[in-house]
């Protein structure tokens, strides 16, 4: 649906600290380093950008997709270990479908980050 989304943030080297060791699960690292701009994504494929900025836009919500409901749960721990707070632990959320899984967490800039996983427990 998106090419790809960039924002600034207050601290590179931290977001992209963050984010390295939380999507890991995921296969997500980074895929681009331009020294004030770090692109990261799947397959060398950057598609989430960030760039040094002298302050944060208004909360983001970004929802990473998981293959498996264990990586949610990979996630979940990995970004907690990185600093996150909390925002939902990994479950299911059936107000929005019966096989919705889905973990949220508050990454260093305030955003709202979630991984999601849309099928069945294999």
Known sequence: MFDHIAFAVTDL???RDFYVTALAPLAIGVAADYGEVVGIGRE???QL???AG???PSRLHLAFAAKNREEVRAFHAAALKAGATDNGGPGLRPDYHPNCYGAFVIDPN???IEVVCHSPEA
């Open 110 to 112: 305030g955003h709202n």
């Open 54 to 56: 002298d302050k944060s």
């Open 44 to 46: 060398g494929r950057p």
């Open 13 to 15: 080297a931290a977001t």
């Open 49 to 51: 950008w960030f760039r």
